[in-house]
């Protein structure tokens, strides 16, 4: 069984300043896990994802995140915000061999002047 | 990367019709696509895994009869959505597997479906 606990529904910044997602996970195998973007009237576009390898794993526009096992986390992170970067944000976990995915239930991302 | 293709983005029906929605690889071949549905403010929920030429595998919850696919190519699948209800206005997004390269899985830019 696998679960994904996005802990925020909601993260606002001002353009230019950091961002933090938060992503927690539960997985019975070695987790593969994903960071999708999701913008208004568009298709999931996937930022980055861990398979085991590197533990911090850097994305496209910026975006990076650091496997942490011990404490079964997944943050999504950026160093400076911009106004594109508002959109849906999901974190996914897949296991066990297969391609079955599970989403967290999202990060509302708000990118303010 | 790939470009999947979901048709209609949008779509408003009486209750009791029929709504059916294609996804389309258009650029690659898909064995395994693989549709969702989202509640509004919710996850994406895993409805059904297609595989072409043979039957969906449907998630433990989700209807076959009111939830019809079929994978009848290597580049489309199609969800009807059958005698649909208001309980059925939701996001519904489709995902195809390309199997080779370093991002495998694509996802269609969504359905929106409203049943008056």
């Known amino acids: 069984a696998q679960s994904v606990t996005q802990l925020d529904s909601h993260v606002s910044v001002s353009e230019g300043t950091p961002v933090l997602l938060r992503c927690n996970y539960s997985s019975s195998y070695s987790p593969s896990l994903f960071w999708y973007v999701q913008h208004p009237n568009k298709g999931l576009q996937l930022l980055l994802k861990y398979t085991s390898a590197a533990t911090l794993v850097k994305g496209i526009n910026g975006f990076e995140a650091e496997f942490k096992k011990s404490e079964t986390s997944f943050h999504l992170t950026k160093p400076s915000a911009h106004m594109s970067d508002a959109a849906e944000y999901f974190c996914v976990v897949s296991g066990g061999g297969g391609n079955k995915l599970t989403f967290g239930t999202g990060t509302q991302l708000k990118v303010e002047l | 990367g790939a470009v999947v293709s979901q048709h209609p983005s949008r779509v408003i029906c009486k209750s009791g019709t029929s709504v059916k929605i294609e996804c389309r690889s258009l650029d690659f071949q898909a064995t395994t696509m693989f549709w969702y549905r989202q509640f509004p403010k919710q996850s994406l929920m895993l409805m059904a895994t297609?595989?072409?030429?043979?039957?969906?595998?449907?998630e433990q919850g989700v209807e076959k009869d009111k939830f019809l696919i079929n994978h009848a190519s290597l580049t489309l699948s199609t969800l009807t959505v059958t005698s649909a209800h208001p309980e059925d206005s939701s996001f519904y997004i489709c995902?195809?597997?390309?199997?080779?390269?370093?991002?495998?899985?694509?996802f269609g830019s969504g359905t929106q479906l409203s049943v008056l």
């Open positions: 995902s195809a597997y390309t199997g080779t390269g370093d991002e495998k899985l694509f």
């Open positions: 297609s595989n072409e030429g043979s039957k969906a595998t449907y």
